[in-house]
């Protein structure tokens, strides 16, 4: 129970990120069962690793799609929140070290949002090159535990596949970089992969400064 109790210390500081407390319970809810369950079944395998009744299915699915809770202002106030907590997290020259990496996930809904062709690029032959499925970006700060380092999360954003305005040209690179500025805090080093290095040098200019755009998919107004 104190492994808990010291989890319940933490949670409890996103409460300002959640407009009305029982948005912030289910909150809790999602964020115990994404700690507790032992299978990737989406949202029915929170159901099962916390014992909840059948009719909180509907509940959750609804938690997911309301846009009573705000991504990134949780993005931000988690940013703040693993900084203040974290006793090691890595440095270089005053600077935070924030990773940038991506992740291309299959899927077989044909009317799934955000879908579209990816390529695959790697030498394996088990490995197709070209798939049906969600392109993810995710950003996480360096730290310290005992004698090893590690990623901790900080947001993570289906960037290719949204399309809200044809004449909107951003590619990866700048679109991670605009992700980088929702959640991790000023004076922040980012080291990026190979890929988006890459992509860096071949547009220098695709980093400037803009607006963020929305990443929230179209969603049933449900508020909780």
């Given amino acids: 129970m104190s492994l808990w109790f010291h989890w319940w210390s933490i949670v409890s500081q996103l409460r300002s990120a959640c407009p009305r407390q029982r948005t912030f319970f289910w909150l809790g809810i999602v964020l115990a069962a ?6 990737l079944a989406g949202v029915i395998s929170f159901v ?5 009744r059948a009719r909180c299915y509907g509940c959750l699915l609804d938690f997911f799609h309301s846009p009573a809770l705000c991504p990134d202002n949780l993005a931000r106030l988690w940013s703040r929140l693993v900084l203040k907590v974290h006793p090691g997290v890595v440095r270089a020259h005053g600077r935070l070290v924030v990773l940038a990496d ?11 949002p955000a879908v579209k062709l990816l390529h695959q690029s790697g030498e394996s ?3 197709p090159a070209f798939i049906m499925g969600h392109s993810c970006q995710a950003l996480a700060v360096l730290a310290r535990v005992g004698q090893w ?6 947001c993570a954003r289906i960037h290719e596949g949204l399309v809200f305005s044809n004449r909107d040209q951003r590619h990866l690179a700048r679109q991670t970089f605009i992700a980088a500025r929702v959640a991790a805090p000023a004076r922040a080093g980012a080291a990026r ?3 988006l290095l890459r992509q860096r040098q ?11 755009p929305c990443f929230s998919l179209p969603a049933q107004r449900v508020r909780f």
């Fill in 202 to 212: 071949n547009h220098p200019r695709a980093l400037h400064s803009g607006r963020p």
């Fill in 48 to 52: 099962r690793a916390l014992g909840l």
């Fill in 102 to 112: 991506g992740l291309k996930k299959s899927k077989c809904g044909r009317q799934m």
């Fill in 149 to 154: 380092h590690q990623a901790v999360p900080l």
């Fill in 125 to 127: 032959n088990t490995k």
């Fill in 34 to 39: 994404l700690c507790t369950r032992q299978d």
């Fill in 193 to 195: 992969r190979r890929c």
